[in-house]
Structure formats: structure tokens, C-alpha cells
């Protein structure tokens, strides 16, 4: 331990006298360390994001919609059809055992009346479970239950935002809002949930029991889609065969013809998003390494250099009983310092860059530790190999030569 801290007095010593050669050194291991740090930081929080909204609105959910997303060059459009019907959602339910829950739903945009004010908002006919399956949770009263369903009760549960149209102060629940001219009394006001994967804002919306929506407001015989709860998501291979192929014979599709219907699994999003985030984390590492090695060439060339400069040192201190080991070792360190302080810096910089863009983009804080881990031993490889060819040559000098 007295040797160390003996040699690295000796080291900060000799570093002081090529300050400007150094700093420079350190900034190039300093750039490649805070660019690594942020890339690991950042993109382990956007995944943790990722997750959370998958798990937010609603855990092992797949959306089954009626119709088909056409392509046509990087656009694509969903086109809807009208063959879907509550019946095909009860004849799933009753022939895949895998599947738990399921909550047909039509959708529209409509306008609302409440007393004289009217606003535009989402509409969505379904059943009671949506609300379990959604993970809806309600600021004030309830959400319409089976009952209300089955009745075709003229009833309404609205979203967090509906409040901040209508402009209103006071509470909702048991007021009344008029749909196509049918009157409906609200039971609750469901809390700040924000937009699900599908795109559908969960705060604009006003939900209605879907027999009340079909039969009082729109006159519809057919759904727009059902959200499916499955026991697994190892099990979603084999559910989804199951829904493609009982909607295919229940709507007397041939063989040649394309599916009426499309599934949506948020598994899928998750991992789309995920290649995206993974490129981007490509072409950060790629960043990281490049300023890696500029920073471990300009360590290599200014040790080189200061060997050339440093031979009357090393042939005295070889004179009074140095040995080549301790040239070599105090070399390594030299080079090592410089790296572990340009890491250092880079590390605490680039966790404060980190905490401040998880503010600002309002993502999960995460402190990656295999990012801080891979920057602080990448930093102590390059030193070593950065310093070993100057060190060898330093060892090797001969001191009788150097001194005459």
C-alpha cells in the first residue's frame, strides 16, 4: 500500500508537468464515457417505459378489431368492416379455453351535449369487464355493471378530461349529457390514464354499456371489435389460431379470401419500439467506441512522447536501483490515471445529463449499472493497452546510455 501511494504522488507529479497534453487525453476518455453512460441510461429507461404502458392498460390484452390495416407505401389505413358481432365474441369465448375475459366495443366521435355546451369526444360501447381488463380506476362514483348492460340502462362513465371541456367546477357524477339526442345520467369519472398503445386517448372518451349504445343511440347490429384478456402470453400463438380460424367460418370467409379482421397484440408494438430504441442504442455504443479510441491513441501518443522526453529521469532513477518493473508499472499507472479520471467525470456528468433529460422527457429514473460498469472497466483496458508499448520502451532504456 506505501509503494502505491508513493507511486502515484510520483505520477500526479510527473502528469502536472504535461497538464495540456493530458487534459486533452482526458477529455477524449471523457466524451466516450458520458456518451455511454446517457446511451445506457436512457434507452434502459425508455424500455422500462415501454413496459409500463403495455402494463398499464391492461395486463396480457389483445385488441381483435374488425376490418384490415392496408399498406400502400409507408402509409397505412385502417379499413373497417361491418361483419363483426356480439355473437362472434360470446361463440370465442365459449370455444377457447385460453381466453379469460372478453369486452366487445364500437367506437365513435361524437358530439356531446351538456346543458347549452357541447363538445366533441370519444364514444365507446362495451361491457363492464373493459373497465377491469383497462385497469380503469375512477376519481369519483362507478362504472355501469353487468346489469346496466343487460337493461340497456341509459348511463354514462366519463373521462378525466370531459370535466376540463365542459369547463366545470363541481362534480359530474349524476348529472345528465344528451347522444344523438338520448339522454344518459353519468355514474363516474374515471381517473388520468393518458394513451394506450392503440392510440386511443383514455381520458377523452365517455363510455357507454354497449346494448345501450347499439340499440338506443346508433342502431347497430354489428361491433367495431372486442379486447381479449388471455390466460398467458405463451398461450398467444395458439389463441390466436383459435380466434382466425372460428371468425373465418363464422363469417363464411373462403380460402382464397383475406381475413375480415386483424389482431392486435401490444407484445408486437412493445418489440417494434424496442428495435428502434436498439438501433439507436447501436449507433450510440458506435459513438461511445470511437471516442474511446481517439482518447486511447492520444494516450498512447503522449505517453510515446513523453518517454522521449522523460530519458534522463528514467536513467537516473534506473541508476540509484529502480528496476524495469518499476518503470513499467509506473508507465501502466500513468496511463491507467488518465483514463480512470477522464471515466470518473464522464460517469458523474453523465448521470446528471441522465437525471435531467428523465425530467424533461418525464421517463423513469434508471441508473444503469452495466453501463457505468462497461464505461469503468473500458476505461482501465484502454489504459493498460494504451500505456504498454510506451512502458516497455521505457523499461528498456538503458541508463548508462542516457546519462553520458
Given at each position: 500500500?506505501?509503494?502505491?501511494?508513493?507511486?502515484?504522488?510520483?505520477?500526479?507529479?510527473?502528469?502536472?508537468?504535461?497538464?495540456?497534453?493530458?487534459?486533452?487525453?482526458?477529455?477524449?476518455?471523457?466524451?466516450?464515457?458520458?456518451?455511454?453512460?446517457?446511451?445506457?441510461?436512457?434507452?434502459?429507461?425508455?424500455?422500462?417505459?415501454?413496459?409500463?404502458?403495455?402494463?398499464?392498460?391492461?395486463?396480457?390484452?389483445?385488441?381483435?378489431?374488425?376490418?384490415?390495416?392496408?399498406?400502400?407505401g409507408r402509409q397505412k389505413s385502417f379499413s373497417i368492416a361491418q361483419t363483426m358481432t356480439?355473437?362472434?365474441?360470446?361463440?370465442?369465448?365459449?370455444?377457447?379455453?385460453?381466453?379469460d375475459e372478453i369486452a366487445p366495443y364500437v367506437k365513435r366521435t361524437l358530439t356531446v351535449?351538456?346543458?347549452?355546451?357541447?363538445?366533441?369526444?370519444?364514444?365507446?360501447?362495451?361491457?363492464?369487464?373493459?373497465?377491469?381488463?383497462?385497469?380503469?380506476?375512477?376519481?369519483?362514483?362507478?362504472?355501469?355493471?353487468?346489469?346496466?348492460?343487460?337493461?340497456?340502462?341509459?348511463?354514462?362513465?366519463?373521462?378525466?378530461?370531459?370535466?376540463?371541456?365542459?369547463?366545470?367546477?363541481?362534480?359530474?357524477?349524476?348529472?345528465?349529457?344528451?347522444?344523438?339526442?338520448?339522454?344518459?345520467?353519468?355514474?363516474?369519472?374515471?381517473?388520468?390514464?393518458?394513451?394506450?398503445?392503440?392510440?386511443?386517448?383514455?381520458?377523452?372518451?365517455?363510455?357507454?354499456?354497449?346494448?345501450?349504445?347499439?340499440?338506443?343511440?346508433?342502431?347497430?347490429?354489428?361491433?367495431?371489435?372486442?379486447?381479449?384478456?388471455?390466460?398467458?402470453?405463451?398461450?398467444?400463438?395458439?389463441?390466436?389460431?383459435?380466434?382466425?380460424?372460428?371468425?373465418?367460418?363464422?363469417?363464411?370467409?373462403?380460402?382464397?379470401?383475406?381475413?375480415?379482421?386483424?389482431?392486435?397484440?401490444?407484445?408486437?408494438?412493445?418489440?417494434?419500439?424496442?428495435?428502434?430504441?436498439?438501433?439507436?442504442?447501436?449507433?450510440?455504443?458506435?459513438?461511445?467506441?470511437?471516442?474511446?479510441?481517439?482518447?486511447?491513441?492520444?494516450?498512447?501518443?503522449?505517453?510515446?512522447?513523453?518517454?522521449?522526453?522523460?530519458?534522463?529521469?528514467?536513467?537516473?532513477?534506473?541508476?540509484?536501483?529502480?528496476?524495469?518493473?518499476?518503470?513499467?508499472?509506473?508507465?501502466?499507472?500513468?496511463?491507467?490515471?488518465?483514463?480512470?479520471?477522464?471515466?470518473?467525470?464522464?460517469?458523474?456528468?453523465?448521470?446528471?445529463?441522465?437525471?435531467?433529460?428523465?425530467?424533461?422527457?418525464?421517463?423513469?429514473?434508471?441508473?444503469?449499472?452495466?453501463?457505468?460498469?462497461?464505461?469503468?472497466?473500458?476505461?482501465?483496458?484502454?489504459?493498460?493497452?494504451?500505456?504498454?508499448?510506451?512502458?516497455?520502451?521505457?523499461?528498456?532504456?538503458?541508463?548508462?546510455?542516457?546519462?553520458?
Open positions: 500500500m506505501k509503494d502505491f501511494i508513493i507511486t502515484l504522488k510520483i505520477v500526479l507529479n510527473v502528469l502536472k508537468s504535461y497538464k495540456g497534453r493530458v487534459i486533452l487525453a482526458i477529455i477524449g476518455i471523457f466524451l466516450g464515457s458520458l456518451s455511454l453512460i446517457i446511451v445506457f441510461n436512457v434507452l434502459a429507461s425508455i424500455k422500462l417505459n415501454i413496459v409500463r404502458e403495455v402494463e398499464k392498460f391492461g395486463d396480457k390484452v389483445i385488441t381483435v378489431a374488425s376490418g384490415q390495416i392496408v399498406r400502400a356480439l355473437d362472434d365474441a360470446k361463440a370465442l369465448k365459449n370455444s377457447i379455453i385460453f381466453i351535449r351538456y346543458g347549452e355546451k357541447y363538445i366533441t369526444t370519444n364514444i365507446i360501447g362495451t361491457t363492464n369487464v373493459y373497465a377491469v381488463m383497462r385497469k380503469l380506476k375512477l376519481n369519483e362514483g362507478s362504472f355501469f355493471n353487468e346489469e346496466n348492460v343487460k337493461r340497456k340502462d341509459k348511463v354514462v362513465v366519463v373521462g378525466s378530461e370531459i370535466k376540463d371541456k365542459l369547463s366545470l367546477t363541481e362534480s359530474l357524477v349524476g348529472k345528465h349529457i344528451s347522444i344523438n339526442n338520448t339522454i344518459l345520467n353519468i355514474l363516474g369519472v374515471i381517473e388520468k390514464k393518458g394513451i394506450d398503445l392503440n392510440g386511443n386517448n383514455l381520458d377523452d372518451v365517455t363510455f357507454v354499456p354497449i346494448k345501450t349504445y347499439m340499440n338506443r343511440i346508433d342502431n347497430l347490429t354489428y361491433i367495431d371489435g372486442m379486447e381479449i384478456k388471455i390466460r398467458s402470453w405463451d398461450v398467444f400463438d395458439d389463441v390466436k389460431k383459435g380466434i382466425t380460424s372460428i371468425l373465418r367460418e363464422r363469417h363464411k370467409l373462403k380460402e382464397d379470401m383475406e381475413d375480415d379482421f386483424t389482431i392486435i397484440n401490444p407484445i408486437d408494438a412493445r418489440r417494434l419500439r424496442n428495435e428502434i430504441v436498439n438501433l439507436v442504442d447501436v449507433l450510440g455504443k458506435i459513438t461511445s467506441v470511437i471516442s474511446y479510441m481517439v482518447g486511447g491513441l492520444g494516450i498512447f501518443s503522449i505517453m510515446l512522447l513523453i518517454v522521449g522526453l522523460r530519458k534522463y529521469e528514467i536513467g537516473i532513477k534506473r541508476a540509484v536501483g529502480a528496476k524495469k518493473r518499476d518503470i513499467f508499472i509506473q508507465f501502466i499507472y500513468e496511463s491507467t490515471f488518465i483514463t480512470l479520471t477522464g471515466a470518473i467525470l464522464g460517469i458523474m456528468i453523465g448521470l446528471m445529463l441522465s437525471f435531467i433529460i428523465y425530467y424533461f422527457a418525464k421517463l423513469p429514473c434508471v441508473v444503469s449499472i452495466k453501463g457505468v460498469s462497461f464505461s469503468f472497466i473500458s476505461c482501465v483496458l484502454i489504459g493498460i493497452l494504451s500505456g504498454l508499448y510506451p512502458a516497455f520502451i521505457a523499461a528498456r532504456l538503458n541508463p548508462i546510455n542516457i546519462i553520458k
